[in-house]
């Protein structure tokens, strides 16, 4: 699958902590028509089964939206399920090995903090960039924070998309004007909030004017 920038605008990732009793198939529907771009699903201690089978649920939502879906760290998953891709950290399996096992037409996110890995990331094949954490956040509380220059500075370093991610809301979405960046990655912004729809529209539309201003 062929990653277009546009698609990154508003990328939303997963959190089944935030469900509240609602199934997560239905927290993604939800998200998907509010206007999200981009769906990475997360799960960090699902079995295997279980994992695969919720990720061709959400893969299947997602095509019916025509938006590009990937597997947060699970390279096994990603194959398994055929999701248009996989998104690793920098703990995670190295780049360079992630591409040699999706292959070339597969989408390959890459999660960095400095202008060094962003550049080797995208030697070893990435498609874009998750640039993180930008602000303060509590869905990964040991996330350091990387400075608007630095996130700057590496979407100067690069010529693939860039997304940021961590801590980002309706309060300070537009302090990330004239980074350079595409779109933002967004958790609990979408998942945690009681009406998913309404919060991904309205996140979706300051995205629009923060990635123009």
Same mark, same amino acid.
């Given at each position: 699958?062929k990653?277009?920038? /546009?698609? *990154? *605008?508003?990328?939303?990732? /997963?959190?089944?902590?935030?469900?509240?009793?609602?199934?997560?198939?239905? &927290?993604?529907?939800?998200?998907?028509?509010?206007?999200? /771009?981009?769906?990475? *699903?997360?799960?960090?201690? *699902?079995?295997?089964?279980?994992?695969?089978?919720?990720?061709?649920?959400?893969?299947?939502?997602?095509?019916?939206?025509? #938006? %590009?879906?990937?597997?947060?760290?699970?390279?096994?998953?990603?194959?398994?399920?055929?999701?248009?891709?996989?998104?690793?950290?920098?703990?995670?399996?190295?780049?360079?090995?992630?591409?040699?096992?999706?292959?070339k037409?597969?989408?390959?996110?890459?999660? #960095?903090?400095?202008?060094?890995?962003?550049?080797?990331?995208?030697?070893?094949?990435?498609?874009?960039?998750?640039?993180?954490?930008?602000?303060? /956040?509590?869905?990964?509380?040991?996330?350091?924070?990387?400075?608007?220059?630095?996130?700057?500075?590496?979407?100067? &370093?690069?010529?693939? %998309?860039?997304?940021?991610?961590?801590?980002?809301?309706?309060?300070n979405?537009?302090?990330?004007?004239?980074s350079?960046?595409?779109?933002?990655? #967004?958790?609990?912004?979408?998942? &945690?909030?009681?009406?998913?729809?309404? &919060?991904?529209?309205?996140?979706?539309?300051?995205?629009?004017?923060? #990635?123009?201003?």
């Open positions: 699958m990653l277009d920038k /546009t698609d *990154l *605008l508003l990328y939303a990732v /997963t959190d089944r902590s935030w469900l509240n009793g609602e199934t997560l198939g239905s &927290a993604v529907e939800k998200a998907l028509k509010g206007g999200s /771009t981009f769906l990475q *699903l997360r799960e960090k201690k *699902l079995e295997y089964e279980r994992f695969l089978e919720e990720a061709e649920e959400i893969k299947g939502l997602c095509k019916k939206n025509h #938006v %590009p879906f990937v597997i947060n760290d699970n390279v096994g998953i990603a194959i398994a399920a055929d999701a248009d891709g996989v998104h690793v950290g920098q703990k995670d399996m190295e780049a360079g090995k992630v591409r040699e096992l999706i292959g037409d597969k989408i390959l996110g890459v999660s #960095v903090q400095t202008v060094e890995q962003a550049m080797l990331a995208e030697k070893n094949g990435a498609d874009y960039l998750g640039v993180g954490a930008v602000f303060k /956040t509590s869905s990964k509380e040991d996330a350091d924070i990387v400075s608007y220059e630095t996130l700057k500075a590496i979407c100067k &370093a690069v010529s693939i %998309p860039v997304v940021a991610i961590g801590g980002i809301n309706r309060d979405v537009m302090e990330l004007s004239g350079g960046i595409c779109g933002i990655a #967004v958790i609990s912004a979408i998942f &945690a909030q009681q009406d998913i729809v309404n &919060a991904a529209v309205q996140l979706k539309e300051l995205a629009k004017k923060m #990635v123009k201003a």
